[in-house]
Nanobody
Framework: QVQLVQSGGGLVQPGGSLRLSCAAQ????????MGWYRQAPGKQRELVATITPAMHTKGDSSNYADSVKGRFTISRDNAQNTMYLQMNSLKPEDTAVYYC?????????WGKGATVTVSS
């Protein structure tokens, strides 16, 4: 059984930075994609960023929602089965619960979520 354990999040002022982590615990043979999603109060869950490991592309391939391009960076530590989301220049509209997701071995796994609040 695979579990995704999230850490990070919290309260930050506009313009500040936070880093979210997502560690996959359990046995994973092959990861297809990894991603971060967020859900703001009263809104639907939306995609923030994805990363596809190099085995499926010529190199790790990352994609971002237009709203976070240039501010957020998704990365991973393959050896540790850990994924990160570095968030810089945070805005109040980035306030949401952030979820990590991994599609691996034909299964879809989700973290429990971490709350990010951007407020002065």
């Amino acid at each position: 059984q695979v579990q995704l354990v999230q850490s990070g999040g919290g309260l930050v002022q506009p313009g500040g930075s936070l880093r979210l982590s997502c560690a996959a615990q359990g046995s994973i043979y092959s990861i297809n994609t990894m991603g971060w999603y967020r859900q703001a109060p009263g809104k639907q869950r939306e995609l923030v960023a994805t990363i596809t490991p190099a085995m499926h592309t010529k190199g790790d391939s990352s994609n971002y929602a237009d709203s976070v391009k240039g501010r957020f960076t998704i990365s991973r530590d393959n050896a540790q089965n850990t994924m990160y989301l570095q968030m810089n220049s945070l805005k109040p509209e980035d306030t949401a619960v952030y979820y990590c997701q991994i599609w691996a071995d034909g299964m879809d796994y989700w973290g429990k979520g971490a709350t990010v609040t951007v407020s002065s």
